[in-house]
């Protein structure tokens, strides 16, 4: 484990965060609450406390901080210590001023701050923190559990990714299939969230069910693919950048894995460096189509394994 993350006592965790006070709790994540703490040095920190009815076992909580204790980025928020006594299991994290993505994304009143120029450079830190994953750190990574609330942003509101306890690290040969399989789809409706400020599993069809992707894919099939963006992102957005990154999102959720671009051409599509345009997208996967009576999306289980680790995945047809 690296020299740089720390061991830290209960006691020391319990009174940076005035014992757990709901005060100075930030959030509750999948695997358990997250407190804003103050160490006796004056340091910030993000402290997230793991339930013990959470889910998240003693391999996945050592799987997070072996894996974030190794990973360097300025896209991926740095792990400072952990904290092991009795059934406690806490991580400790560099603290981020302005939450998760979510906190703002998905308000009313505080989407105004994200302008366009914000929003796409947070859609180029995702995806360069996940090429990062991919391609360039000592570990291969596959996050597994990329959304909104995972992506913390700092002061500038530069976006960190977060949240390892689904990770799984996999090998060379493995890399191009199952980064296209597993995160394909999860980084192509977050990026269709950014653009659009809305939740993918919304219903956005008064007569039939239609969630986020499925919205997306009946307006650019019906060249109406810019009706898709925020409408407080009218005015300030770069209408090309928008068509891009609408495009780039349902290339991501192609039904079929083999379809999907690589993170390395995403970053390429993204930024506008490609020296030829990008395929038209096909039909999505984990959508409902407008004028479905009902939802037909058949599930197939997906088994393989990563370094001796068993994962199943969820594939829409």
């Not at 994540?29 to 959470?54: C, H, N, W």
């Not at 963006?229 to 495009?247: F, Q």
Request: charged share 25%.
């Amino acid at each position: 484990m690296s020299h740089e993350v720390q061991l830290y006592s209960l006691e020391s965790l319990a009174i940076a965060t005035d014992n757990f006070s709901p005060g100075n709790k930030l959030g509750e994540g999948g695997f358990g609450p997250v407190y804003k703490g103050e160490m006796l040095d004056g340091q910030e920190v993000a402290i997230k406390r793991l339930s013990t009815s959470s889910g998240q076992g003693l391999l996945e909580f050592k799987n997070e901080i072996l894996l974030i204790a190794k990973l360097q980025h300025t896209n991926l928020v740095r792990l400072l210590g952990y904290c092991t006594l009795r059934e406690e299991r806490i991580i400790v994290y560099e603290y981020m001023h302005n939450k998760s993505l979510d906190f703002f994304l998905f308000d009313s009143n505080k989407k105004e701050l994200l302008n366009w120029d914000t929003r796409f450079r947070i859609i180029e830190g995702i995806a360069q923190g996940i090429l990062y994953l991919h391609k360039y750190s000592r570990l291969k990574v596959i996050h597994r559990d990329l959304k909104a609330s995972n992506i913390l942003l700092d002061a500038e509101m530069n976006p960190k990714i977060s949240d390892f306890g689904m990770a799984r690290i996999f090998g060379t040969q493995e890399s191009e299939a199952n980064t296209k399989r597993i995160v394909g789809t999860h980084f192509g409706v977050l990026l269709l969230e950014i653009v659009s400020g809305k939740k993918n599993n919304s219903c956005y069809d008064s007569e039939h069910p239609l969630n986020l992707i499925g919205l997306a894919w009946e307006l650019w099939r019906e060249e109406r693919a810019l009706e898709l963006i925020d409408a407080t992102l009218i005015e300030s957005c770069s209408r090309d950048e928008v068509m891009r990154c609408i495009h780039v999102g349902l290339l991501c959720v192609q039904d079929y894995a083999k379809d999907r671009p690589s993170m390395s051409n995403v970053v390429s599509m993204l930024m506008n460096d490609t020296k030829q345009p990008p395929p038209p997208p096909e039909r999505p996967g984990f959508f409902i189509e407008r004028g479905d009576q009902r939802a037909e999306i058949s599930e197939e289980v997906v088994r393989y394994s990563i370094n001796g680790l068993s994962i199943s995945e969820l594939r829409a047809r």
